[in-house]
């Protein structure tokens, strides 16, 4: 059973218009997925809290960098790569996300991880929608500007940029 806070989330979550569904096989003690209502399409979030004590929710957003955008950044320079992945970074410091591009150490991401904690203390339905919304946009902004950059791949499996 949930406590009320979690149950909270979920029905403002469904309120804002957006689909909420458990997410499967995590051992989290709230952890739901989180995407527009069909019949429209766009990013997938998760919205989470490990522990049933834990103070706060983690909102997240993974992006996966398609293999034909790995290739074209791969291709570019070091300086010209560095400072495109800069770009994008800077303006996660800006949005005010924490993020990690995933490999750490790699030269060319194969993904990007997106993360803002809204803590319980507090929690309103407008601060959950709008960590809600700046996770997402972050998320969306690295989408846009490898599809800016590289051009739209071919074929673009759901989530993959």
């Known amino acids: 059973m949930l406590d009320e806070t979690s149950q909270k ?14 997410t499967q096989n995590v051992p989290d003690y709230y ?11 766009g990013p997938v979030l998760t919205v989470a809290k490990p522990k049933a ?3 706060f929710y ?17 291709a570019e320079t070091k300086q010209e790569r560095g400072s495109f992945l800069s770009e994008i970074r800077y303006a996660f ?3 005010n996300v924490d993020f990690m591009f995933i490999p ?15 803590f319980n ?12 919304t700046n996770v997402r946009n972050a998320g969306l902004y690295a989408i846009w500007k490898f599809v800016e950059r590289y051009g739209q ?8 940029v």
């Open 104 to 118: 750490p150490q790699g030269e060319v991401p194969q993904h990007i991880q997106i993360v803002k904690l809204t």
């Open 121 to 132: 203390d507090g929690l309103t339905q407008n601060s959950l929608f709008n960590t809600y």
């Open 31 to 41: 952890n739901v997925t989180v995407s527009p209502a069909p019949p429209a399409t």
């Open 93 to 95: 410091l800006l949005m």
């Open 153 to 160: 791949p071919d074929i673009v499996p759901h989530g993959i």
């Open 58 to 74: 983690a909102v997240g957003m993974g992006v996966a960098i398609h293999p034909d955008h790995r290739n074209k950044l791969n």
């Open 53 to 55: 004590e834990t103070p």
């Open 9 to 22: 989330v979920s029905r403002w979550l469904q309120e804002a218009g957006l689909s909420v569904s458990n």
